[in-house]
């Protein structure tokens, strides 16, 4: 059964730095392409990185050159670290990957930057 846990979230002032975490389970983890999501209130979730399995990564333009998403496949772990935030990157953040044709989330971690 997959299973997709992040952890990291909390309150930031603009400007500042958080480190999002997904640990995954039931998958052989380095072959799977995982992404990170936002939805914030009232609006749609949102792509906002993606990093294959091989390690190539692609980001929404809104967190180009601020966000970076990274893996680790001994730990079978995503990482999204946020630089410069801004009180529009508020929302709760989940972790995704596709298995065997279906989406799977974590629970999201909340994300909430103060002006």
């Known amino acids: 059964q997959v299973h997709l846990v992040e952890s990291g979230g909390g309150l930031v002032q603009a400007g500042g730095s958080l480190k999002l975490s997904c640990t995954a389970s039931?998958?052989?983890?380095?072959?799977?392409?995982m992404t990170w999501h936002r939805q914030a209130p009232g609006r749609p979730r949102e792509l906002v990185a993606t990093i294959s399995g091989g390690g190539s990564t692609n980001y929404t333009d809104i967190v180009k050159g601020r966000f970076t998403i990274s893996r680790n496949n001994v730990w079978n772990r995503v990482n999204l670290q946020m630089n410069s935030l801004t009180p529009e990157d508020t929302a709760v953040y989940y972790c995704?990957?596709?298995?065997?044709?279906?989406?799977?989330w974590g629970r999201g971690a909340q994300v909430t930057v103060s002006s």
């Open positions: 039931g998958i052989n983890f380095r072959l799977y392409t």
């Open positions: 995704n990957t596709k298995h065997r044709g279906s989406d799977y």
